[in-house]
Nanobody
Framework: VQLQASGGGLVQAGGSLRLSCVAS????????MAWYRQAPGKQRELVAS???????DYADSVKGRLTVSRDNAKNTMYLQMNFLKPEDTAVYYC??????????????WGQGTLVTVSS
């Protein structure tokens, strides 16, 4: 099982980006999925999460600007990022609790995608 994050880039403050996280491999079921971010010199922090039935949760700093969603048929999670601020600059990582065929549930991490917001 692998997670591939993509969609990062350079954007001006107030702009938008859409991140994707695709899970691939012998996947039987994907449970909880989440986006984290890590800014330079800071600890990794939880940004948003989505359960298998679509319930979402957000860090206070991104509520109203970022929206997490998932497409279970495509094994994909998205993060729509609007009204971006310079403080959103970070490497964004996705993770997912995946049950592969013949294997118990394991938490996997994607490789990260860099988001840079210029002022």
């Amino acid at each position: 099982v692998q997670l591939q994050a993509s969609g990062g880039g350079l954007v001006q403050a107030g702009g938008s980006l859409r991140l994707s996280c695709v899970a691939s491999g012998s996947i039987f079921y994907i449970g909880h999925m989440a986006w984290y971010r890590q800014a330079p010199g800071k600890q990794r922090e939880l940004v948003a999460s989505v359960s298998s039935d679509g319930r979402t949760d957000y860090a206070d700093s991104v509520k109203g600007r970022l929206t997490v969603s998932r497409d279970n048929a495509k094994n994909t999670m998205y993060l729509q990022m609007n009204f971006l601020k310079p403080e959103d600059t970070a490497v964004y990582y996705c993770n997912a609790d995946v049950r592969a065929y013949g294997v118990g549930s394991t938490r996997y991490w994607g490789q990260g995608t860099l988001v840079t917001v210029s002022s």
